[in-house]
């Protein structure tokens, strides 16, 4: 099922949402904690660095962005890395290892498959079983591996994006967040924070005091875009993708739910609407992943890297 992020979950909602959907995040909430504190399965000791990256918020927070800068650093450091995905939406239950030239979104997830340009990246459920196939990396990136109880890991960090910070501060269904961040803060070995230049940081000063926090800021290259465009996503916090164009002249947004699966008459109909604004369409390197390939030459990306204040790689010290 792909649905999109409700309004009211970074607003305040209404009396009546409220009364019918807080009993359900309390009892989510409840369920959450008892699985997080579920024992791990599984153990590689010191052999092998295990590193979990998850965002406390459903999607949109940049966790991908994360993972591939971090992935970046330790390869620059000379060391072996190989990422750890379930790979989200995939329709196989095979372990396996992306193959950029032969796998297709469906097959492997679409953000396994766009990292799996730059870094070895394994699918399946059990991040065990597919660490077996990593032989020789010396850290094991665990994405979207916060609440997999399957291989235990060294080091946990939480991605936050500055702009979606957590919402409107409940649970879900009533709103974004799928942890209580204060409930398993003492679990927690850093928060990667993510912000966009040159703008306010006030979700910082609502973080725990007594976990490191890593900042970075957005980097975009544009490469040739220019002219009228029209930018279209399904990602789980649109308004983050859209508020980067504000130097362009952009006709039209689409938002589609996230991780939305494109098909011939939704491409069909983007090419349709931008020819007849005469715009340029645009979208995010994981979107471009689920479109399919006839049409791709017809859409621009935007590139997005990090650029960290504080020295990341103190994280694996």
Not at 6 to 23: A, E, G, I, Q, R
Not at 221 to 248: A, E, H, V
Not at 252 to 273: N, R, S, V
Not at 285 to 308: N, Q
Request: charged residues 25%; positive net charge; proline residues 5%.
């Amino acid at each position: 099922m792909f649905l999109k992020a409700p309004d009211f979950w970074y607003s305040s909602p209404s009396f009546w949402l409220t009364l019918v959907l807080k009993p359900f995040s309390v009892a989510y909430g409840f369920i959450a904690h008892r699985l997080y504190k579920r024992p791990y399965k599984h153990n590689l000791g010191s052999n092998n660095q295990v590193i979990a990256i998850g965002g406390a918020t459903v999607g949109g927070s940049g966790k991908t962005v994360v993972v591939r800068s971090l992935c970046q650093t330790l390869m620059n450091q000379g060391l072996c890395v190989a990422v750890l995905s379930r790979g989200y939406g995939r329709s196989k239950n095979d372990i396996r290892q992306v193959n950029i030239d032969t796998d297709k979104y469906q097959d492997v997830g679409d953000e396994p498959l766009m990292l799996s340009k730059t870094f070895p990246i394994f699918v399946g459920r059990d991040r065990f079983e597919a660490a077996k196939l990593a032989t020789n990396a010396q850290y094991l990136i665990l994405d979207d591996g916060i609440t997999q109880r399957s291989l235990k890991p060294h080091k946990k960090i939480i991605v936050l994006n500055a702009d979606q910070g957590f919402g409107n501060g409940e649970l879900l269904p009533l709103g974004p967040n799928r942890l209580d961040l204060e409930k398993i803060k003492f679990d927690i070995d850093a928060i990667c924070l993510i912000y966009e230049k040159n703008k306010g940081n006030k979700i910082a000063l609502e973080l725990p005091k007594d976990i490191p926090v890593y900042r970075g800021y957005c980097k975009y290259n544009f490469g040739n875009l220019s002219g009228r465009i029209m930018p279209f996503c399904g990602i789980g916090f649109p308004k983050k993708f859209f508020q980067i164009f504000s130097n362009f002249e952009v006709c039209k947004t689409m938002a589609f739910p996230d991780h939305y699966p494109y098909k011939d008459e939704d491409l069909q109909q983007l090419i349709h609407e931008a020819a007849r604004l005469r715009a340029q369409l645009v979208t995010t390197e994981k979107d471009l992943m689920r479109v399919p390939e006839i049409y791709r030459d017809k859409i621009k990306t935007v590139i997005v890297d990090l650029v960290w204040e504080t020295q990341i790689s103190e994280l694996f010290m």
